[in-house]
């Protein structure tokens, strides 16, 4: 919100230092790997606050406060290094443009789609496939579509937040015992 407040010059460079892109991650990763996941680069993108604070609200009140940030942290952290991973290997191929190492990509997106990854392992059975495909097949959409490394990284986002998924469930079955189902969507 603080960036609608200032100077259009001054905010863009404000999310060109904090995104992750390849030149930022190799000068100071630490820092935009945290910092890129707090700043969205317009007022219009703002809209994206009311799903995360559903969804991480959600997810903490199931899993706890510490699960929750490692959530995120997975989903926005995973995916930002697969990206600038492909980013990196297709500049070296010639693939992609050297350009390409500048983009800029902040914002908080990657974890959110990660927290709705792990979210799915409380939708009632019977409606747990159908909301994974189509989650899935809507992020395939968009990158098939868009065709942007962001998009791609919404799509791993959402691979590792499954992938969370299945450990949570696992360990709520565990923990309730061996014939336990599986975890209930809650209140």
Do not use: C
């Not at 890129?36 to 317009?42: D, H, M, T, Y």
């Not at 991480?56 to 697969?82: E, K, N």
């Not at 709705?116 to 409380?122: A, K, N, P, R």
């Amino acid at each position: 919100m603080w960036l609608a407040l200032m100077a259009s010059e001054r905010a863009h460079r404000v999310v060109v230092a904090s995104s992750t892109n390849l030149v930022n991650l190799r000068q100071h990763p630490p820092y935009v790997l945290v910092v890129s996941a707090f700043v969205e680069p317009s007022v219009m993108q703002l809209w994206i606050i009311g799903p995360l604070v559903w969804a991480l609200g959600a997810l903490q009140r199931r899993l706890g406060r510490a699960a929750t940030v490692v959530t995120v942290m997975v989903g926005h952290i995973g995916a930002s290094l697969f990206v600038a991973t492909m980013l990196t290997a297709g500049i070296a191929k010639g693939r992609i443009s050297l350009t390409e190492a500048t983009a800029t990509d902040v914002g908080v997106s990657y974890g959110l789609v990660a927290v709705l990854g792990v979210l799915t392992v409380y939708i009632p059975r019977r409606w747990r496939r159908p909301t994974v495909l189509g989650g899935t097949l809507a992020l395939v959409g968009v990158l098939a579509v868009g065709r942007s490394f962001t998009d791609l990284g919404h799509l791993v986002a959402w691979a590792f937040g499954l992938g969370l998924s299945v450990l949570v469930g696992a360990a709520v079955r565990t923990a309730s015992g061996p014939s336990a189902p599986a975890p209930s969507p809650g209140p």
